[in-house]
Nanobody, 117 residues
Framework: QVQFAESGGGLVQPGGSLRLSCQVS????????LTWYRQSPGKQRELVAF???????FYIDSVKGRFTISRDNSKNTVYLQMNTLEPEDTAVYYC???????????WGQGTQVTVSP
């Protein structure tokens, strides 16, 4: 059974930074693509970024240049460094390890990020 320990969310002013962490257990972590999704009130959940097993990364256009995803296989942890945060980044953020992007993967509780003056 996959278990998550997501942390790092909170309230931050526009232009501020947060670092999300997600420690995953119950899987062979290094074999998984690690993704971050987010869901804002009234909107569908969307993929924000992913990092594959080779360390290659992908970002949606709205966060390119501001967010950085990274992984530490020795700690079974994926990170999302978020800089220059905007109110539009307000959402619940979820990490989701997947064997393939087309798969549903597993969902944790998520961590709330609120960007507000």
């Amino acid at each position: 059974q996959v278990q998550f320990a997501e942390s790092g969310g909170g309230l931050v002013q526009p232009g501020g930074s947060l670092r999300l962490s997600c420690q995953v257990s119950g899987i062979i972590f290094s074999n998984y693509i690690l993704t971050w999704y987010r869901q804002s009130p009234g909107k569908q959940r969307e993929l924000v970024a992913f990092i594959n097993t080779a360390g290659n990364t992908f970002y949606i256009d709205s966060v390119k240049g501001r967010f950085t995803i990274s992984r530490d296989n020795s700690k079974n942890t994926v990170y999302l460094q978020m800089n220059t945060l905007e109110p539009e980044d307000t959402a619940v953020y979820y990490c989701n390890p997947k064997r393939a992007l087309s798969l549903e993967g597993s969902w944790g509780q998520g961590t709330q990020v609120t960007v507000s003056p």
